[in-house]
């Protein structure tokens, strides 16, 4: 009877366990029945395209909302709820400007800048998609991202060239952001992305 007890939770956490296909799928039907007025389309597991009418296209990727279903099936509900708002967001704004005021320094380590040059060089998107960061040490680099309420999106140089801005100028105006103090409700926003993001 034990056996059969152990047997039915593993089967059950088994099932919980959805693959990259059948979660990019459930993540693309919630973000279509939250942005109804753009196509959402699976490119490939863990990957997205939005699109309007007029021809505007934003790429979605689920890498992280994956990672972390992984680690807790059982708040996929949650997870996805949390990740559609960020990727809303997004694709709502995502041929807006900068806000020079939201530009935040996360350091990451070499190995991370590896794994996205790859994701990049797999998902045929070479030169399409350069993220700014420079060295700050021999073991970790600076990427420049901006950060909002519900999303932080890291920088491409096209985002600098739509904004007037060079990389000179972007750890002055990341280093006067960390140096304004947060509200209370913004504060305990950053804190619970701190796990994903290593602050500078």
Same mark, same amino acid.
């Given at each position: 009877m034990l056996l +059969?007890? =152990?047997s039915a939770l593993v089967g059950c956490r088994q099932r919980e366990l959805l693959s990259p296909a059948r979660f990019t799928q459930h993540f693309a039907k919630q973000l279509g029945q939250a942005i109804p007025d753009r196509t959402v389309t699976v490119l490939r597991d863990l990957e997205l395209r939005t699109s309007t009418r007029e021809g505007h296209e934003t790429r979605v990727f689920l890498d992280n909302a994956y990672n972390e279903f992984k680690r807790d099936p059982a708040s996929i509900d949650v997870i =996805? +709820? %949390?990740?559609v708002a960020s990727a809303m967001e997004t694709v709502v704004t995502g041929g807006s400007l900068v806000q020079r005021n939201r530009i935040i320094p996360v350091i990451k380590d070499r190995a991370w800048l590896e794994g996205i040059r790859s994701t990049i060089h797999e998902r045929g998107m &070479? @030169? *399409?998609t350069a993220q700014v960061w420079e060295d700050y040490n021999e073991e970790l680099v600076i990427f420049y &991202?901006?950060?909002s309420p519900k999303n932080i999106r890291y920088l491409t140089e096209g985002d600098l060239r739509g904004a007037g801005l +060079? *990389?000179?100028d972007l750890r002055p105006l990341a280093n006067s952001k960390l140096a304004r103090p947060a509200a @209370?409700? %913004? &504060? &305990? @926003?950053e804190r619970r992305r =701190?796990?994903?993001h290593r602050r500078w």
């Open positions: +059969t007890c =152990v =996805v +709820t %949390r990740f &070479a @030169g *399409k &991202a901006e950060d +060079t *990389k000179a @209370g409700n %913004r &504060a &305990a @926003g =701190v796990h994903d």
